[in-house]
T-cell receptor
Framework: DTAVSQTPKYLVTQMGNDKSIKCEQNLGHDTMYWYKQDSKKFLKIMFS???????INETVPNRFSPKSPDKAHLNLHINSLELGDSAVYFC?????????????FGPGTRLTVT | GQQVMQIPQYQHVQEGEDFTTYCNSSTTLSNIQWYKQRPGGHPVFLIQLVKSGEVKKQKRLTFQFGEAKKNSSLHITATQTTDVGTYFCAAPDNYGQNFVFGPGTRLSVLP
């Protein structure tokens, strides 16, 4: 069974559109994350979320918003897509929030904005 | 904010040669993690180091945390083509809430 899954795997869309990426984990973890990996492979955290707290990286534009219907899901909504949003987006989860816990990453969603 | 630097950015080795990547921080770290990302894949957790001077081994991989807890290294002995990928270190951010990933070291292994 896949531990952390994401859909879609590829997403090609035009500037100005709104899109969502879904993420699900079946590990029973408390905390989920979204990361952006650019073309130079830099991995940057966007959000971390558990049922009590959402921590937002201050550099993330407010066009990006995480939505969590339940503990096992953390979806990423992006409004008014821009060319610079093209990247690979990874969802991840960990047992608890905090620095002591390893993160399990999903397979990634490659977003291309044209 | 917290930054971790990694060197080298790229490393090309012949199969069988050794490889080392270094991770450096300007501040003392409570712990550090290492991840490996294969080409086209996702980051996979390798290990976490917590204690000053800690050394951990996983088969051909040796991980070390500096005495001052400001640097760490990953050494691979006798590289194989399966070692190809990007190796990231990750350290707690300034608030201690999330991890900040280093820029990674991309390893190529020539057969």
């Amino acid at each position: 069974d896949t531990a952390v899954s994401q859909t879609p795997k590829y997403l090609v869309t035009q500037m100005g559109n709104d899109k969502s990426i879904k993420c699900e984990q079946n590990l029973g973890h408390d905390t989920m994350y979204w990361y952006k990996q650019d073309s130079k492979k830099f991995l940057k955290i966007m959000f971390s979320y558990n049922n009590k707290e959402l921590i937002i990286n201050e550099t993330v534009p407010n066009r990006f918003s995480p939505k969590s219907p339940d503990k096992a899901h953390l979806n990423l909504h992006i409004n008014s897509l821009e060319l610079g949003d093209s990247a690979v987006y990874f969802c991840a989860s960990s047992y608890r929030q905090g620095m002591a816990y390893e993160q399990y990453f999903g397979p990634g969603t490659r977003l291309t904005v044209t | 904010g917290q930054q971790v630097m990694q060197i080298p950015q790229y490393q090309h080795v012949q199969e069988g040669e050794d490889f080392t990547t270094y991770c450096n921080s300007s501040t003392t770290l409570s712990n550090i993690q290492w991840y490996k990302q294969r080409p086209g894949g996702h980051p996979v957790f390798l290990i976490q180091l917590v204690k000053s001077g800690e050394v951990k081994k996983q088969k051909r991989l040796t991980f070390q945390f500096g005495e001052a807890k400001k640097n760490s290294s990953l050494h691979i002995t006798a590289t194989q083509t399966t070692d190809v990928g990007t190796y990231f270190c990750a350290a707690p951010d300034n608030y201690g809430q999330n991890f900040v990933f280093g820029p990674g070291t991309r390893l190529s292994v020539l057969p």
